[in-house]
Structure formats: structure tokens, C-alpha cells
């Protein structure tokens, strides 16, 4: 079983929707959990990052962790075609040199 | 505030050459990690540099090597590259090696 799994869609949305991410993980270690936007041929870029279980809110963007089902998700509001790239998720551990691990990424288009 | 940046951006390398990736941190990040994500597929964790010492490595063979200077740049280095070394290759700083990751925008290496 890999450490962190992430249903690689492809996800297709009309513009308005609201899109669902999610992640789940078997490391129960894992205590930071993050959401990365990819687009084509760039490299990832930080939307969310969260400590633990519980919500984060950001704009259009609400992260939830879920640590006794070791389930993340990532909600994106009011989808826009500008939201179209790859999502990946990405956690890990408590110390300091502990390696982040990555979800294989999502990818999402919102049609105009 | 200058991001993270890589060199070259694009490079083709035929099987059994080396190669030599280019990083230069975000300003005020003294830690560098490399990762190498195949196509289709999320960032695999590669190295950690912070303060000029190696500090973790994933499962990749000891022919990848880095090196991370004073100014806390850092290079990556590729021996006997082999087809399956095709990948993007993406660098990441951080202010401390347990702090949030900021990542460059790769070079994609072509392995012929």
C-alpha cells in the first residue's frame, strides 16, 4: 500500500461548481498536511498548509484533515477555468527531516 | 523578494552521461530539497540540504549526488543516467528543514 493515495481523475467541472479533492494516507505519523497547485509543465505551488485535524478557510479554498480517518480534503468554491491544473496533495511527519510525501495529483479542468 | 530558481530549464542527455541541475534558494531559506516527479506521477523526494550537510535522502541510488554551497544555492548531480532518470526535476527551499517548501519550476531532463 502506498503511504498517501489520490484518485488521479481526470476531474471535469462546469465553472461555478464546487470541486471536491481528497487524499488518504496510512502514516499515522503524518502531522502536516498541504495542498499543491501544479500547473502544466511549472512547478508546484502552495495553496494550503495545515497542522492536525481540523479546517482551514482561505478565500475560495477550505483544506480539511481528518486524522482518525487519515483522510484530507481539499474544497475549491466557485470554481473558475483559471483553477484548471494539477492538484497534489502532500504531508509529513513531525521532525525536521522528515521528507514530504506526495499524493500522484489530480487533474481538474473547470469548462468556461 | 526573488522565488526559487533552476537551471537549465529544459536539457537532452544521452544514456550513460552525467548531468548537473542548478538551485538557487528563495532569500532568507538556508534548505534545499531536490525531488523528481515522472510524468504523470507527484514528486518523489530525492535529498535535503541544510547548512551545507545532507540531511535525509530518499530511496534514489548513490548516483545522484548534491552539493549545497555557503550562499545555500545547491546542485544535483546525475551519473550513468539511464532512460528511466527522465523526469522533471524540481527544487525546493525552506527557511528551516521542518518549515513550508517553495518550489522552483523545474528542469525537465530527457534521458535519449
Known amino acids: 500500500q502506498k503511504e498517501v493515495e489520490q484518485d488521479p481523475g481526470p476531474l471535469s467541472v462546469p465553472e461555478g461548481a464546487i470541486v471536491s479533492l481528497n487524499c488518504t494516507y496510512s502514516n499515522s505519523a503524518f502531522q502536516y498536511f498541504m495542498w499543491y497547485r501544479q500547473y502544466s509543465r511549472k512547478g508546484p505551488e502552495l495553496l494550503m498548509y495545515t497542522y492536525s485535524s481540523g479546517n482551514k478557510e482561505d478565500g475560495r479554498f477550505t483544506a480539511q484533515v481528518d486524522k482518525s480517518s487519515k483522510y484530507i480534503s481539499l474544497f475549491i468554491r466557485d470554481s473558475q477555468p483559471s483553477d484548471s491544473a494539477t492538484y497534489l496533495c502532500?504531508?509529513?511527519?513531525?521532525?525536521?527531516?522528515?521528507?514530504?510525501?506526495f499524493g500522484k495529483g489530480t487533474k481538474l479542468t473547470v469548462n468556461p | 523578494e526573488t522565488g526559487v530558481t533552476q537551471s537549465p530549464t529544459h536539457l537532452i542527455k544521452t544514456r550513460g552521461q552525467q548531468v548537473t541541475l542548478r538551485c538557487s534558494s528563495q532569500s532568507g531559506h538556508n534548505t534545499v530539497s531536490w525531488y523528481q516527479q515522472a510524468l504523470g506521477q507527484g514528486p518523489q523526494f530525492i535529498f535535503q540540504?541544510?547548512?551545507?550537510?545532507?540531511?535525509g535522502r530518499g530511496n534514489f541510488p548513490p548516483r545522484f549526488s548534491g552539493l549545497q554551497f555557503p550562499n545555500y544555492s545547491s546542485e544535483l548531480n546525475v551519473n550513468a543516467l539511464e532512460l528511466d532518470d527522465s523526469a522533471l526535476y524540481l527544487c525546493?527551499?525552506?527557511?528551516?528543514?521542518?518549515?513550508?517548501?517553495?518550489f522552483g519550476p523545474g528542469t525537465r531532463l530527457t534521458v535519449l
Open positions: 502532500a504531508m509529513r511527519g513531525q521532525g525536521g527531516s522528515e521528507k514530504l510525501v
Open positions: 525546493a527551499s525552506s527557511r528551516s528543514p521542518g518549515d513550508t517548501q517553495y
Open positions: 540540504y541544510y547548512r551545507e550537510e545532507e540531511n
